[in-house]
């Protein structure tokens, strides 16, 4: 089993960055892929971006893609986002959950990601 806890979102302006940070317990994250989500006030909760369970593997969304990077910490059981060039478009709750299967590549579906953070709202004014 795994838990997820997301931090460092906030108010900021666009143009510039912010880095949200998920921190796991539970001795399968390492095996694990791990995926970013967000979801925007009206909307549905839409994939952003993930990382196979040894960070060989990435996707991306297009509406994010050369704006987000994410990365893992195995050691550290910690998952990154680094949000560069944030649009207004990108305020939403952001979430962090992980794949139920061990040792897959990277997936969008929702459904397949059994474990789920509380989520951290990032906010971007223009």
């Known amino acids: 089993q795994v838990q997820l806890v997301e931090s460092g979102g906030g108010l900021v302006q666009a143009g510039t960055s912010l880095k949200l940070s998920c921190a796991a317990s539970g001795r399968s994250f390492s095996s694990v892929a791990l995926g970013w989500f967000r979801q925007a006030p009206g909307k549905e909760r839409e994939f952003v971006t993930a990382?196979?369970?040894?960070?060989?593997?990435?996707d991306y969304a297009e509406s994010v893609k050369g704006r987000f990077t994410v990365s893992r910490d195995n050691a550290k059981n910690t998952v990154y986002l680094q949000m560069n060039s944030v649009k207004p478009e990108d305020t939403a709750v952001y979430y962090c959950a992980a794949d139920r299967r061990l040792y897959r590549t990277v997936v969008r579906t929702p459904a397949t990601y059994e474990y789920w953070g509380q989520g951290t709202q990032v906010t971007v004014s223009s």
């Open positions: 990382i196979s369970w040894n960070g060989a593997s990435k």
